[in-house]
């Protein structure tokens, strides 16, 4: 009894911090929307508009340039990132209608994949709403590729082949065990608060929340978006948060998936990938703020 009774008192209390949390977030974005809807309200667009009407095209073609070189730049890489994804077919899957976890994998990278061209094509048209729903679907199929290669998820890989849809929450707290039961960290990474909260920012315009809308409103004609102008700004502020870390994503369980099959080729093509795209490795200094925030963790 007290050891039922001493774990209960240990649910509580994760419960009570989750919800505290939730509470904290809540409130945060309150404020946020809160303080865009005011400015808003005080007219600040409205009167760079009426001071210069040529203004808002400005600001749109300057954004639309700068989107699309970043598209340009990425696109110059799908090729390559197809290459790869081919070569784990043709090592890992040599029938598509095998049901076991390379073929799951394969189907679930090559999704994100075409999540990826169609946010470049999204983003050249300014689509900025579009492209963080589709950034979201490509991810979590990117999370069920994972899930599927880790041992003790079979039972999940055959409900999914059944057609049963496998929850995201389910993939996250698989990685979480995943990641520090490798022991990169003396301290536990929190792997699952720092997904749950990425995917909370996806769920605002998964859901159509007021606060992601804010996204769609023009502010210098004061109405809904329908000349792109904020579309192509946000498009440009977003782009590499949604585009070009669906790409890293991509590469990073791909990579993943051919170590696994011991693909040394594919891990070096894959990592040239990696390096064209940038850093895309954390700062020590950048690891440790974004760690701050879950500091009181007990996940």
Same mark, same amino acid.
């Given at each position: 009894?007290?050891?039922?009774?001493?774990?209960?008192?240990?649910?509580?209390?994760?419960?009570?911090?989750?919800?505290?949390?939730?509470?904290?977030?809540?409130?945060?974005?309150?404020?946020?929307?809160?303080?865009?809807?005011?400015?808003?309200?005080?007219? %600040?667009? !409205?009167? *760079?508009? $009426? =001071?210069?009407?040529?203004?808002? /095209?400005? @600001?749109?073609?300057?954004?639309?340039? +700068?989107?699309?070189?970043?598209?340009?730049?990425?696109?110059?890489?799908?090729?390559?990132?197809?290459?790869? %994804?081919? !070569?784990? *077919?043709? $090592? =890992?899957?040599?029938?598509?209608? /095998?049901? @076991?976890?390379?073929?799951?994998?394969? +189907?679930?990278?090559?999704?994100?994949?075409?999540?990826?061209?169609?946010?470049?094509?999204?983003?050249?048209?300014?689509?900025?709403?579009?492209? $963080?729903?589709?950034?979201?679907?490509?991810?979590?199929?990117?999370?069920?590729?994972?899930?599927?290669?880790?041992?003790?998820?079979?039972?999940?890989?055959?409900?999914?082949?059944?057609?049963?849809?496998?929850?995201?929450?389910?993939?996250?707290?698989?990685?979480?065990?995943?990641?520090?039961?490798?022991?990169?960290?003396?301290?536990?990474?929190?792997?699952?608060?720092?997904?749950?909260?990425?995917?909370?920012?996806?769920?605002?315009?998964?859901?159509?929340?007021?606060?992601?809308?804010?996204?769609?409103?023009?502010?210098?004609?004061?109405?809904?978006?329908?000349?792109?102008?904020?579309?192509?700004?946000?498009?440009?502020?977003?782009?590499?948060?949604?585009?070009?870390?669906?790409?890293?994503?991509?590469?990073?369980?791909?990579?993943?998936?051919?170590?696994?099959?011991?693909?040394?080729?594919?891990?070096?093509?894959?990592?040239?990938?990696?390096?064209?795209?940038?850093?895309?490795?954390?700062?020590?200094?950048?690891?440790?703020?974004?760690?701050?925030?879950?500091?009181?963790?007990?996940?």
């Amino acid at each position: 009894m007290r050891r039922k009774s001493k774990r209960s008192m240990v649910r509580n209390k994760k419960k009570e911090e989750i919800l505290k949390k939730i509470e904290q977030r809540e409130k945060q974005l309150e404020a946020r929307t809160e303080e865009r809807v005011q400015k808003l309200r005080s007219g %600040i667009g !409205r009167r *760079k508009f $009426i =001071s210069d009407i040529s203004y808002p /095209e400005k @600001d749109k073609l300057r954004n639309k340039f +700068l989107v699309a070189n970043k598209v340009e730049f990425l696109a110059k890489l799908l090729p390559e990132i197809k290459n790869c %994804i081919k !070569r784990f *077919k043709q $090592i =890992s899957v040599p029938q598509i209608w /095998e049901q @076991d976890a390379a073929t799951a994998t394969y +189907l679930l990278i090559s999704k994100a994949y075409s999540n990826l061209e169609t946010i470049l094509l999204l983003a050249s048209v300014g689509k900025t709403f579009e492209i $963080i729903e589709i950034a979201r679907s490509g991810q979590e199929a990117l999370d069920l590729a994972f899930l599927f290669q880790e041992e003790g998820q079979e039972q999940k890989l055959k409900e999914w082949y059944k057609g049963k849809i496998i929850k995201n929450q389910v993939a996250r707290q698989a990685m979480h065990k995943a990641i520090n039961k490798m022991g990169a960290s003396k301290d536990n990474l929190p792997m699952y608060d720092m997904k749950s909260e990425v995917y909370w920012i996806y769920s605002l315009y998964t859901h159509s929340s007021y606060a992601a809308l804010l996204d769609s409103v023009d502010v210098f004609h004061e109405d809904f978006d329908f000349q792109t102008i904020s579309g192509f700004h946000y498009t440009n502020r977003n782009f590499d948060i949604a585009a070009k870390q669906l790409a890293i994503s991509i590469l990073l369980e791909l990579k993943n998936a051919s170590t696994k099959v011991k693909d040394l080729e594919n891990i070096n093509e894959v990592d040239k990938i990696l390096v064209k795209l940038g850093n895309y490795k954390a700062s020590p200094d950048e690891i440790a703020a974004i760690l701050g925030r879950y500091e009181d963790s007990n996940l």
